[in-house]
C-alpha cells in the first residue's frame, strides 16, 4: 500500500447504506456502468458489503478527488431516485 499511497496521495471511502444486499448491487452495477472521466488522475472502487455500496475513491490531487466525489453523489442520487420509483406505487400515485 505504500506505492498506492505516494501515486494516489488524495483518498476518500463512503459507506452507502441500501435497503436490501439486491439494491446495493443494483447501484453498483449502474455505476460502474459509467466508467472514471479521468482514470490517469482518480481511480474508484466499488463493492458490496451486506445492504451498503463501499466506494474508495483515490486520486492524484485534491481537486480530481473533489470532482470524482461529485460526480458520484450525482449518480448515487440518480440511482437511488430510480430505485424508489420502480420499487413503489409511485407511478401510480404520480398521475
Known sequence: MESESSTWPCYEEHWVPFASPDLALVALKSIQADPELRPNQVKRILSV?????????????????????????QMIYVVQTAITWFSTDYWKTAA
Do not use: P
Open 49 to 73: 458489503q451486506d445492504n451498503s455500496l463501499h466506494v474508495q475513491l483515490y486520486a492524484k490531487d485534491e481537486r480530481a478527488l473533489r470532482m470524482a466525489l461529485q460526480s458520484l453523489q
